[in-house]
Nanobody, 121 residues
Framework: QVQLVESGGGLVQAGGSLRVSCAAS????????MAWYRQAPGKQRELVAA???????NYVDSAKGRFAISRDNAKNTVYLQMNSLKPEDTAVYYCHAWVEIPTTQKDITYWGQGTQVTVSS
């Protein structure tokens, strides 16, 4: 059974820092691209940061310079370090795993249940 379990969310003041974690089980973690998405009330879910199996990263513009995604394949865990947090970062943060099946046009994706991050002004 595949599970992505997020932790580390909470309430923080603007300008503060928070690290959220996602522990994966039931998948060959090292081959998956891992990502963090977020969804604020009344808004669409958006990609915040992603890290490939090879360690390449990309970020949404609003997160560049403030957030850092990393992974520990030995622990099957992906992290999102969030610094200089702003009230507009308030959202439910979801962990996402994705891998493309070679020689097909199919892929496999999994989602975590989400963790709430609230930034007070």
């Amino acid at each position: 059974q595949v599970q992505l379990v997020e932790s580390g969310g909470g309430l923080v003041q603007a300008g503060g820092s928070l690290r959220v974690s996602c522990a994966a089980s039931g998948i060959l973690f090292s081959i998956y691209t891992m990502a963090w998405y977020r969804q604020a009330p009344g808004k669409q879910r958006e990609l915040v940061a992603a890290i490939t199996s090879g360690g390449s990263t990309n970020y949404v513009d609003s997160a560049k310079g403030r957030f850092a995604i990393s992974r520990d394949n030995a622990k099957n865990t992906v992290y999102l370090q969030m610094n200089s947090l702003k009230p507009e970062d308030t959202a439910v943060y979801y962990c996402h795993a994705w891998v493309e099946i070679p020689t097909t046009q199919k892929d496999i994706t999994y989602w975590g249940q989400g963790t709430q991050v609230t930034v007070s002004s």
